[in-house]
């Protein structure tokens, strides 16, 4: 943490010295080594999508009207986040979502090698994983890139007729904004 100021010191003093304005920077202390980088690069989309203020109020919405107590929008490949609610998004849920969607991931490939050949297009429609201690988990599959990853009580992810029908008109929109 030392080294992480001592480079922000240095950093918003060139800036300064060139004549640039510090007030937009946000640093983050990252490592390759687990979640943390894809979480700062998640943070770094989200201010290049330019429709990201839309993505975050459907989300809000979809959270609210569902009770839920986080959503994500996943890119299900790089397991960074286009666009999140606004309650606040925890370090140990983000890590706790990519390694679910990795042995979801795993899942996938496993049971492909299983499935008859016509059924390749068949999309996932949705998961549900309830964990002993854990708040419960629903995965709803946007696009074939895209997913919400939803956590909430396991009261609230049992009621999946509610959740299907919320997720599914969410989805549909964020594919509108998306094209």
Known sequence: Q???HDIQQRVLKNMSYDGLNPN???FALTTIYNESIREAFSR???Y???QHSSLEAILNSFCSKSSLEKVFLFDIHTKIYIATDLSPASSQRYHFACKTIDVLED???LCAQYAPDGDDDRLLQRINVTLEGFDSVFIFQVTPNLILFCSGSPQVIRQTSLLDFNASKV???IRQILQ
């Open 48 to 50: 290049l999508v330019p």
């Open 107 to 109: 899942m996938t490939n």
């Open 44 to 46: 770094v989309i989200q």
């Open 171 to 173: 989805a549909k929109a």
């Open 24 to 26: 937009h920077i946000n």
């Open 2 to 4: 030392d080294i992480q």
